[in-house]
């Protein structure tokens, strides 16, 4: 019997979100935990920082343009390498429980296999699908072909109007308002918290964990769809957190002229956006103009998207607590983390988009090795500061089931303290951009390295490919002064971009399609 | 500003004449054997109405079928789609190929990116379909 691993993803959450990681709103007790007990990665970063493509990466262990998820829509190809596969093969009992979205939502015809298998139950033809035997599914609401909207349809028909609906009659990702001060995708959701999608994903896990012999190896995955707008908790949750009583975030400068000063030192989609003249991709409502944000509404979002995670950590808190009446627990390695940030009031902006900037690219990572195995060779409790992404992911699961990591992989096992990052190479992290939407293209590469943040263009629709950002993470850690045009740092610039472009990982020889919004 | 209306095109060579390929993509009733998701279709009159996989009904009006041309063009006038045509045309390229061209637009323009992509995985299916091999 080996180690077994508990993967917990959520979707679209910040770093500063968790109290392990200095965040004051949620209170995050099981999280913290686990980090007391384990490793906390205080640099952590996505390989992209929307849904398909990051989540492609997290189960290939590959970067986008080798894996060819370059943006939301593009599914993944079912051959594609999975880590879950490998374990599979290797003995592991397998399952994802939540949101898995490497195949789009957008489906009328269900030609996608996550889609179609809502209707149909919870084991893949074939046995299994990305090494998957067990995939029951679930996203931010009601609508959609998975098997929480069918089993809501079905047992809970009259929550199905609770939830706000992500997506307008326009087919536009909604811009509808509500709360108590209009902000965008924030809905009352009188809708029973045992029933809301968090609840119903800890209970689906501990079914299927409830299904495998004492004796198995495990591998399972559970995606939680939040804190990932709507903003939408269950009501009777909401009194957790006083939007009033919010702070308004550090980067949220409130002064209207300040705010505006910082986006206009930056490429120029960034103020594009915010005056709501360009949208470059489906991520956001194109209805909503940035602009409009105002700092009561950025205090409302912070305060739901807070309830959410403490939703999030306490329905983790009962599956830990299942794992251990299993008498599983000192053999379980647990390792929480997200599929990319959320600016969340950042810079006057909200949602995400081809913006490279902590809020969307600093992610939470904690991993609390098997107790189990820490006579071996992982220490207690640590902090690693030096740069990893979630391409670190796969390998890991791989070490931690003993299995050399195969060759298709591109990350390396995840390092336990810093000793080890430095011994082993972690030194920098990439983070890559490409949308090509309705005749605007946007294309970044971004390089996390020492204490910069480069983030170098591609020729497209708002640039000529000479723009770019550079950030001094210690001097300037909101990421507000870009320095790519600053003579005084024009020699590093130039061997961070040298690096940047060095480092690019190999392209997948052919391009896969666009076939949906999302 | 996002584009309300959207314009998406598709293309698919094959070795073979443009008949054979017209034969499947010109015949309104044969759609259910070359897109994948499409249960049945109903053809009445210039109406085709198709049921897909997830149940929904979609009603169209066809408006072309040109034989001489090998033009199909139709519209799908469910409620969701404020304006909608696509355009299939089967050319011959004179050296024993031809190239299929599947061109959609729609507003709202998510729309045009949802048929596309199924039209696009449609065409691909095309040469197991036909036997036929498809030509870089």
């Known amino acids: ?518 | 500003m996002t584009a309300r209306r959207g314009s998406m095109r598709h293309a698919i060579r094959l070795a073979c004449p443009p008949d054979t390929v017209w034969d499947v993509v010109g015949a309104p009733e044969r759609l259910p054997e070359w897109w994948e998701g499409v249960e049945s279709c109903i053809v009445e009159g210039d109406e085709r109405t198709i049921q897909t996989r997830s149940g929904l009904p979609m009603p169209e009006r066809m408006l072309t079928i040109d034989h001489s041309l090998r033009r199909f063009q139709y519209r799908i006038t469910a409620p969701l789609f404020v304006e909608h045509l696509s355009t299939i045309d089967v050319h011959d390229l004179r050296d024993g190929t031809c190239l299929t061209v599947y061109s959609v637009d729609a507003e709202p323009a998510v729309l045009a990116l949802v048929i596309s992509g199924a039209a696009r995985a449609a065409l691909n299916h095309l040469p197991e379909l036909l036997g036929v091999d498809r030509v870089p």
């Open chain 1, 1 to 518: 019997m080996g180690r077994k691993i508990l993967l917990v993803t959520t979707d679209q959450q910040r770093y500063d979100t968790l109290a392990c990681n200095g965040g004051t709103l949620s209170r995050t007790p099981v999280i913290d935990g686990l980090a007391a007990e384990g490793v906390r990665y205080d640099r952590a970063h996505p390989q992209s920082v929307v849904c398909m493509p990051s989540r492609s990466t997290i189960v290939t262990g590959q970067h986008p343009s080798t894996h060819g998820v370059w943006m939301n829509g593009v599914p993944l190809p079912g051959d594609a390498p999975s880590v879950a596969e490998v374990l599979r093969l290797a003995g592991y009992r397998t399952a994802l429980v939540g949101k898995a979205h490497f195949e789009p939502y957008f489906d009328p015809f269900l030609r996608f296999e996550e889609n179609l298998l809502s209707t149909e139950g919870t084991t893949p033809h074939g046995g299994s699908r990305r090494g998957f035997e067990h995939l029951e599914t679930a996203a931010h609401g009601a609508m959609g072909p998975l098997h929480y909207c069918q089993w809501l349809l079905r047992e809970h028909p009259e929550a199905l109007g609770m939830y706000c609906r992500a997506i307008d009659d326009s087919l536009q990702v909604s811009a509808a308002v509500g709360g108590d001060t209009g902000a965008p995708q924030v809905k009352v959701n009188p809708i029973d918290r045992g029933i809301y999608h968090t609840d119903w994903v800890a209970d689906r896990t501990i079914d299927w964990l409830d299904s495998v012999d004492a004796d198995d190896d495990w591998f399972c995955w559970m995606s939680f769809p939040d804190p990932h707008h709507p903003w939408d908790p269950p009501e009777s949750e909401v009194g957790r957190v006083d939007w009033r009583e919010v702070p308004l975030p550090a980067g949220y400068p409130e002064d209207r002229a300040t705010r505006e000063a910082i986006i206009d030192g930056k490429p120029r989609h960034w103020r594009a956006w915010y005056d709501g003249t360009l949208v470059s991709n489906y991520e956001a409502p194109a209805d909503w103009v940035p602009a409009t944000l105002t700092p009561d509404q950025v205090r409302e979002v912070n305060a739901r998207n807070a309830v959410e995670v403490e939703l999030i950590d306490e329905a983790l808190g009962r599956v830990l607590t299942r794992i251990a009446e299993r008498g599983w627990d000192d053999d379980v390695d647990v390792v929480f983390t997200t599929d990319h940030g959320e600016l969340q009031g950042d810079f006057g902006l909200l949602f995400k988009g081809p913006y490279h900037v902590d809020g969307l690219m600093r992610l939470p990572l904690v991993w609390r090795p098997a107790p189990s195995s820490r006579a071996d060779d992982v220490p207690g409790a640590s902090v690693v500061s030096r740069p990893v992404g979630l391409v670190d992911l796969a390998p890991t699961f791989c070490a931690i089931a003993g299995i050399e990591p195969p060759e298709w992989m591109q990350g390396k096992p995840l390092p336990v303290d810093d000793v080890d990052a430095e011994a082993r190479g972690f030194d920098k992290v990439l983070t890559e951009w490409d949308s090509e939407l309705f005749g605007t293209d946007v294309h970044l590469r971004t390089m996390m390295r020492d204490r910069w943040v480069v983030t170098a263009y591609l020729p497209g629709t708002s640039h000529d490919g000479t723009e770019g950002e550079l950030y001094d993470l210690v001097d300037d850690p909101l990421q507000q002064v870009n320095r790519w045009d600053d003579p005084a740092v024009r020699p590093l610039r130039d061997d961070l971009v040298a690096d940047l472009w060095d480092s690019q990982p190999p392209v997948r020889p052919e391009r896969l399609a666009l076939e949906a919004p999302v």
